[in-house]
T-cell receptor, first 117, second 111 residues
């Protein structure tokens, strides 16, 4: 069982809707990630939060808006999406500040499957 | 940017056979991770490697961190039907949080 919980598991939305994806972890990890995955492709990094601050934005369109309310929670706010944004959205978390400054392994949630009509 | 090429792209094997797959990079990594993903699920971590030349096992799975630090290998011995899925390698350079994923190897196991 994954210790990274994502809700909802499935989401269908229209192009004018506003919705949010949510992610929660209680492993004490201080880095949290959003990845986008299309069918039969590897996950693609979207955002990284380190110590609750946005540290990486992989040039993601502004219709995707991440938020990290605290060290356990990560949200992805969705607005005015396009059909090509339909994908599996994966949240992950990892430890930071290990020996030698190393970042720990990423642990993934089960994903939220988004369909944009 | 960094690219990870994974091969083979897909494999169709019989139950009981051994499986080998590899991942190569155009640049040096200091961490290699191997994940398995089943349909409708997120990737699950199988093995983590941190040192060049390191060989690590997890049950029937064995992975190696290539000595050049530009490649990694995953072997599965005596495959069973539940090994079916997509196997991804992932690499990281330095202490950065960013993880680069390989293109994936789709494994099918027949009885």
């Amino acid at each position: 069982d994954t210790e990274v919980t994502q809700t909802p598991k499935h989401l269908v939305m229209g192009m004018t809707n506003k919705k949010s994806l949510k992610c929660e972890q209680h492993m004490g990890h201080r880095a949290m990630y959003w990845y986008k995955q299309k069918a039969k492709k590897p996950p693609e990094l979207m955002f990284v939060y380190s110590y609750e601050k946005l540290s990486i934005n992989e040039s993601v369109p502004s219709r995707f808006s991440p938020e990290c309310p605290n060290s356990s929670l990560l949200n992805l706010h969705l607005h005015a999406l396009q059909p090509e944004d339909s994908a599996l959205y994966l949240c992950a978390s990892s430890q930071l500040g290990l020996a030698g400054g190393r970042t720990g392994e990423l642990f993934f949630g089960e994903g939220s499957r988004l369909t944009v009509l | 940017g960094q690219q990870l090429n994974q091969s083979p792209q897909s494999m169709f094997i019989q139950e009981g056979e051994d499986v080998s797959m590899n991942c190569t990079s155009s640049s040096i990594f200091n961490t290699w991770l191997w994940y398995k993903q089943e349909p409708g699920e997120g990737p699950v971590l199988l093995i983590a490697l941190y040192k060049a030349g390191e060989l690590t096992s997890n049950g029937r799975l064995t992975a190696q961190f290539g000595i050049t630090r530009k490649d990694s290998f995953l072997n599965i011995s005596a495959s069973i039907p539940s090994d079916v899925g997509i196997y991804f390698c992932a690499g990281r350079s330095g202490t950065a949080s960013k993880l680069t994923f390989g293109t994936g190897t789709r494994l099918q196991v027949t009885l």
